[in-house]
């Protein structure tokens, strides 16, 4: 899925990443970031796999990071902190901007939109919430879990979700209104990732 990868240990020195936690290229694909059991979030050089800088401030393990789509910002999450658990950072300075009061689990749910004005993650209830990624509030929260994507044009979000008679949904919803208008089966199986095409017209899901 474009721009994530998974990884056991970025540097062979130093060992900060376990399988279970998701990492992300940078836009220009130079910097990996990661999170981490050590409670900090990391970017490493691609080309040589050389650490840049860490940035810490949260209170358990980092199971989520995602780039911004210009690359300046840095999103991170994990799921306990006293006045939040996802966090925004400077990618340049490693300074801290912003702390959101959301949560991100083990399923490491994060995304920027395409114009990077929302953030996209998980809250307490287990459902999608979006963020104003600039001012840090809460705009609205979708049911689903485990994954989120946004459509290129950045107008709608798709989501997973669980229907008892047919297993594994994706349901699509409408930014500007918050109301759901496409409803899909994925199948037996919980949906774990989604992704939009390049040009919005399809998705593709991955179920687990």
């Not at 220009?28 to 050389?50: F, K, M, Q, T």
Request: hydrophobic share 35%.
């Amino acid at each position: 899925m474009g721009g994530e990868k998974r990884t056991r240990n970025p540097d062979p020195a130093r060992s900060y990443c376990v399988p279970s936690v998701r990492c992300r290229v940078s836009p220009d694909g130079n910097i990996l970031a990661s999170g981490g059991e050590d409670h900090a979030a990391r970017l490493w050089d691609v080309r040589n796999g050389r650490e840049l800088r860490e940035s810490r401030g949260h209170t358990s393990m980092v199971w989520g990071v995602a780039f911004s789509p210009n690359g300046r910002t840095l999103a991170s999450g994990s799921e306990h902190g006293k006045d939040g658990a996802i966090k925004l950072w400077e990618t340049l300075s490693g300074n801290e901007l912003l702390t959101l009061k959301g949560i991100c689990r083990e399923h490491g749910t994060l995304a920027f939109s395409p114009n990077g004005r929302f953030l996209a993650s998980e809250d307490f209830e287990g459902n999608i919430k979006l963020w104003d990624a600039g001012q840090g509030y809460a705009l609205q929260s979708f049911p689903g879990s485990r994954a989120v994507a946004f459509s290129p044009n950045g107008l709608h979000l798709a989501s997973p979700g669980w229907d008892n008679n047919i297993g594994g949904t994706v349901k699509l919803w409408n930014l500007a209104t918050g109301e759901e208008y496409r409803s899909l089966g994925g199948g037996q199986f919980v949906v774990r990732a989604l992704a939009f095409s390049p040009d919005g017209h399809s998705w593709r899901h991955a179920l687990g």
